[in-house]
């Protein structure tokens, strides 16, 4: 078994190599002058089951087209099966056409992904557990929910915590959430009565005096968090805790969510922290090395993955 790491997450490369005990394969990633990708694999891989991290996050482009380049330049070194490990699967969001003439690019990427010579996929709290179906190939969807459980049990006392929904497109989600807890669950309900009126916030639960943690896949511009924070707080929330899988946090979001009333916004580390990130102090991260780390070893040994979630 080789492992790969592409440059979108070096850190979280790191850890899990440390956590499986194993060294990194070494590989050269280059750029010609014209920014085009070139990737040396600098080990022997012939008849190896290899590994390949990468997030497709910002810049999405350059590391999707990176994690492509690799994959391609493993089947050519002769790898016996090929496993994209894709912590954070950009572009899962276009995953339907909302419009006529418009793309469904999360099944471009995956045929792009299965095209280059990926065997399998091991991927994180999709957007949409249907992409699953975009592959052809095994596809293994991971849930942090183990890891984020964990860290809720260490902070709050449960009896007085409601999981929320941020929107109604999210309750399947939370509810997995709520039920591993054994805790309440609300949703933020966002309706726009007439065209042109403003959006009205309606809690469907009940949230007075509980300390709210709202569960979501991304957090993005963080304009979602923080105007389900503002509604939960005005209807007698204790506090209000974000836990979110991808910290995307684009378009202003680090300063949004430090000025917002967000007690704490926790996400993982599936998309590479930035240092801005790591200094504001209502942001905090939590690695999921070991989650990710079990998978892979399981995937290796041909043992059940889903039984990590038992
Ligand atoms: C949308 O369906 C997602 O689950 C997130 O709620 C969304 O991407 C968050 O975006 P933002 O932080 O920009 O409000």
């Known amino acids: 078994m080789k492992f790969f790491c592409g440059n979108s997450n070096p850190c ?3 850890d899990i190599a440390s956590y499986l005990n194993i060294p990194q394969g070494k590989a050269e990633v280059h750029r010609f002058a014209d920014q085009e990708i070139f990737v040396e694999i600098q080990e022997n891989v012939r008849g190896q089951d290899v590994f390949v991290l990468q997030s497709t996050s910002y810049p999405t482009n350059d590391h999707l087209m990176e994690l492509l380049i690799m994959i391609d330049a493993l089947r050519r070194s002769s790898a016996r099966r090929i496993t ?3 912590p954070y699967f950009g572009y899962a969001r276009q995953d339907r056409k909302p419009g006529p003439r418009t793309p469904i690019s999360a099944k471009l990427v995956a045929n792009l992904i299965t095209g280059a010579g990926a065997n ?3 991927t994180l709290d999709l957007h949409a557990g249907q992409i699953q179906g975009f592959f052809d190939i095994p596809t293994d969807n991971l849930y942090a929910v183990p890891v984020i459980s964990r860290d809720i049990k260490a902070h709050y006392s449960t009896e007085n915590v409601v999981v929320v ?3 109604v497109g999210g309750v399947v989600r939370a509810r997995a959430l709520a039920k591993r807890i054994e805790s309440l669950l609300a949703i933020v309900d966002k309706r726009r009565e007439k065209p042109g009126e403003s959006e009205v916030m309606n809690i469907i639960g009940d949230i007075t005096d509980k300390d709210c943690l709202l569960f979501d896949d991304i957090v993005d511009s ?3 968090l923080c105007n389900a924070a503002e509604a939960l707080l005005g209807k007698g929330a204790r506090s209000v805790t974000a836990y979110i899988t991808h910290g ?3 378009r202003g979001a680090v300063s949004r969510i430090s000025e917002s009333k967000l007690k704490e916004l926790v996400i993982t580390d599936s998309i590479q922290p930035t240092v801005n990130i790591k200094q504001v102090h209502n942001i905090r991260i939590l690695s999921i090395a070991s989650l990710i780390g079990d998978a892979i070893s399981r995937t290796a040994a041909e043992q059940s993955v889903s039984s990590l979630f038992d």
């Open 120 to 122: 399998r996929v091991l």
């Open 12 to 14: 979280l490369g790191h």
């Open 222 to 224: 963080g304009g979602t």
């Open 165 to 167: 929904s941020p929107d």
């Open 248 to 250: 995307v946090l684009a």
């Open 84 to 86: 994209a490990v894709i």
